[in-house]
């Protein structure tokens, strides 16, 4: 039996990882597909963010039974805001020790539902070792412990330390959680505050090579590499190429430790994707600025209390992105606020088990609205052999219909994935909106990438992730992150 490697790279995007691999500038990863499979264009979860991929990659189910809904999102049964770190305003107006306790803790034992196993529980079960090195979501059997870094233990009143986590057999979270291998170690890449306490592409790295020089590489072990989202975030995916160059570079050393490419090949199979694409933001007008098209309405302030009896909105941003949770009947004149906005793409609702996604077309002479209906089960069939029952115009979502087949353009896997994240939520009373192609939203504290990339919505730009598999002539069924977890379970046996 083969060992497993899986490798997810944050932003990598599979149009200039196409041209490179073209090049001939990426050796190793081309070293790699060789020996299996390119998926050039595989399909991840919505929103394109990546604590939701993350946790689709470990339960291999979407958000509707994984029930991780957001980067930000609203909690009513603690009626208050959920975020695994957006951004520093945003982290700052909430609390650090709470950000820090969703992120680190409560995301994996708390939100992540128990009615589904991850990856590392099912094959713990087998009798099989698991790994996990910088991954972000890792809920597994084995107990591991947390040893807070001074600054962060002040932040969170030392109330994480020593905390217990549940996570893979080998379990690395930066300097925060370090793998229990047979001999002691120490790891040299850097690991201060401002390399995110060993949360970095290096870090990853140097835990891999001393798990394998101590030959105790797992039956799988999950890796991430997260430097090529910020690099893409600021300088916008023209730049991706140089990038995505020096991670093949970083892939190299990883390879190397396993005797290079060729022996790594032999011996093991690798399967390296990224969580979600991104779409480039106009420099200068790229922004929404939520405050200013819902300004007849009273928002949450982030820095205060959520009371439903005084507000009408609680905004949470996931950049291209946003659940806008609605109080005091306000849903309607928030989704006419939204659609006269012509930046906006589309306002989406839910109603039981029905969705209704609405879209003004402002460019037309006469301003038209359009409206697209839709539920589980049904005589329409989409490419992945899930049923729907669809009725109005099919072009809110680019779908094409014929005989009874839906396919998707320029929203992959559309219908399903946008279901997800509604019925995700624990509530009902949500608002999914999503921005155009060049723009993200802006909301109190929110992050801006002027001028750079940001992703989070339905959009192919946003949505198609590349992957690679080597060491192995099998696929997964389809090439969606979700079908991941099947594939990897069936490879290892
Ligand atoms: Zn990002």
Redesign the pocket.
């Known amino acids: 039996m083969k060992k497993v490697i899986l490798l997810l790279v944050?932003?990598l995007l599979p149009g200039p990882l196409e041209k490179a691999m073209e090049r001939g500038e990426v050796p190793n990863m081309s070293a790699i597909a060789e020996t299996g499979t390119f998926i050039k264009r595989g399909v991840t979860l919505l929103p394109t963010m990546?604590c939701v991929v993350d946790s689709s990659i470990i339960t291999g189910c979407y958000p509707d039974e994984h029930h991780v809904p957001g980067l930000m999102w609203y909690n009513p049964k603690e009626n208050r805001i959920v975020d695994y770190g957006s951004s520093f305003g945003i982290t700052w107006r909430l609390g650090f020790k709470q950000v820090l306790q969703d992120v680190i803790h409560d995301l994996h034992s708390k939100h992540l539902s128990k009615k589904v196993t991850t990856i590392y529980e099912d094959l713990e079960k087998r009798g099989l070792t698991t790994g996990n090195i910088n991954f972000g979501v890792y809920r597994g059997k084995s107990e591991h412990t947390m040893k807070m870094p001074f600054l962060l233990n002040l932040m969170t009143k030392f109330q994480l330390n020593n905390k217990k986590v549940k996570g893979p057999n080998i379990l690395t979270v930066g300097k925060l959680v370090k793998g229990e291998l047979n001999k002691p170690y120490d790891i040299n890449a850097p690991s201060s505050v401002f390399k995110r306490y060993g949360l970095n592409d290096e870090y990853t790295i140097e835990v891999f090579q001393e798990i394998v020089r101590q030959k105790q590489l797992p039956d799988f072990t999950m890796m991430y590499f997260p430097d090529l989202?910020q690099a893409v975030?600021k300088k916008g995916t023209k730049f991706a190429i140089d990038s995505i160059q020096k991670i093949d570079k970083k892939i190299g050393q990883l390879l190397d430790a396993l005797g290079g490419p060729e022996k790594a090949m032999e011996e093991t199979i690798w399967i390296i994707l990224s969580d979600h694409g991104?779409t480039d933001v106009k420099e200068g007008i790229g922004q929404i600025p939520l405050p200013e098209i819902l300004s007849d309405l009273t928002i949450h302030n982030l820095r205060k209390p959520i009371d439903s009896a005084t507000m009408d909105v609680v905004i949470c941003n996931n950049e291209r992105l946003t659940y806008l949770y609605f109080f005091r009947m306000k849903k309607d004149k928030i989704m006419e606020a939204l659609l006269a906005d012509s930046r906006i793409d589309f306002v989406a609702h839910r109603n039981n088990q029905q969705i209704t996604v609405e879209k003004r077309d402002h460019d037309s002479n006469k301003k038209k609205d359009l409206k697209l209906v839709y539920s589980e089960t049904g005589d329409y069939t989409d490419p992945y052999n899930q049923t729907w029952n669809i009725s109005g115009d099919y072009q809110v979502l680019d779908l094409h219909v014929k005989d009874n087949r839906i396919d998707y353009d320029d929203y992959p896997d559309a219908l399903k994935r946008l279901q997800a994240a509604f019925f995700g939520q624990r509530t009902q009373d949500v608002l999914v909106v999503t921005a155009k192609p060049g723009y993200e939203f802006q909301s109190q504290g929110s992050a801006n990438h002027n001028g750079g990339g940001s992703?989070g919505s339905l959009h192919r730009q946003d949505s198609e992730i590349p992957i690679i598999i080597g060491g192995t002539d099998k696929k997964p069924k389809y090439p969606r992150i979700v079908d991941l977890k099947k594939f990897i379970l069936d490879l290892i046996h």
């Open positions: 944050d932003s990546s989202d975030h991104q992703h």
